[in-house]
């Protein structure tokens, strides 16, 4: 094993279960435990980790020292990667979109990225959509030289295999496995990754994000159950409800657990009315994967 390798396995993987006790508003009929991958860096919480593990690996092992990925002003995976190439001796950029944004203080997100030494690279967002266009990546790569290129979100093949990782940790750490594993739904590389990995007899429900009726998954196919869900975006992709903050205040408040308003706040909602709809059978084990992302809490939530 070499040493990137050595230090990733240290990091990455067993984050710990934590069994929830009527964590809800009201109390249902589900054994809730969560898997806090949150816990897996002080800086950089969640699946982002699992994301990068592999590409970082594949990065090093064709000579690549400089990582180039896209994302918005908020992105976790732009803090993610910055924080990794700190870490691990990697040059990052980081193509930002909205090139209005190079003119105006930096947000706390931009900011930490640039004092893990990630270069910036603003573009307009009509330029910005063409992140998947070959000749639109060459074009980077010619103006900053060989790059390991992630895609926004940073999901791909080798994140698919690094969140994958998941479930066999789950069945490893509870003495009864789960009947439903949830998590968040952003690009799909989590629950891609737990649909690849999941027994016939676990159940994976993905909670959108964002509005997206056509979603479709970065898997080909599978013989694992799994359901998406769409009626949890709360309006959309980075967008909240006064009923979703209240409720990621309570859950707080009962567990002590920190939730965003992205992602993990609208899972977690999502499994407490389905569970109140009578979902789930009585006393089902269902686990709830904490992606971690809580560099984006917004002050709403805290405050």
């Known amino acids: 094993m070499n040493e990137l390798a050595r230090q990733l396995s240290g990091l990455v993987g067993n984050s710990p279960i934590q069994f929830l006790e009527n964590p809800f508003p009201e109390p249902v009929a589900i054994r809730l435990f969560l898997k806090r991958d949150d816990l897996l860096h002080p800086q950089v919480s969640g699946n982002k980790w699992r994301k990068l593990k592999y590409n970082l690996l594949v990065a090093r092992e064709q000579g690549l020292d400089t990582l180039l990925t896209f994302g918005g002003a908020y992105s976790n995976h732009l803090f993610a990667t910055a924080a990794a190439g700190q870490a691990f001796g990697f040059k990052t950029i980081g193509v930002v979109r909205g090139e209005e944004l190079a003119t105006v203080p930096r947000n706390p997100t931009l900011q930490f990225c640039e004092s893990c030494g990630m270069r910036l690279h603003f573009v307009d967002r009509n330029t910005y959509r063409r992140k998947e266009e070959p000749d639109f990546v060459q074009n980077l790569t010619a103006q900053f030289g060989p790059c390991y290129v992630l895609p926004e979100g940073g999901t791909n093949e080798l994140a698919v295999r690094g969140t994958a990782e998941i479930i066999p940790e789950l069945l490893r750490q509870m003495t009864v496995p789960p009947d439903y594993v949830g998590c968040p739904v952003g690009t799909g590389g989590t629950i891609a990754g737990l649909i690849q990995s999941a027994p016939a007899s676990m159940t994976i429900i993905g909670f959108l994000a964002l509005k997206a009726p056509d979603f479709q998954l970065p898997i080909d196919k599978s013989t694992s159950q799994y359901q998406l869900k769409t009626g949890y975006s709360f309006g959309g992709y980075a967008k909240t409800k006064p009923e979703l903050l209240d409720f990621i205040r309570a859950f707080e408040q009962k567990t002590g657990v920190l ?7 609208k899972m977690m ?16 084990v269902v686990v709830a994967v904490h992606t971690g992302g809580l560099q984006g809490r917004s002050e709403a939530v805290m405050g």
């Open 269 to 284: 909602y999502g499994i407490y009315d389905l569970a109140r709809q009578g979902y789930f059978p009585e006393n089902a």
């Open 259 to 265: 939730l965003d308003q992205v992602y993990t706040g």
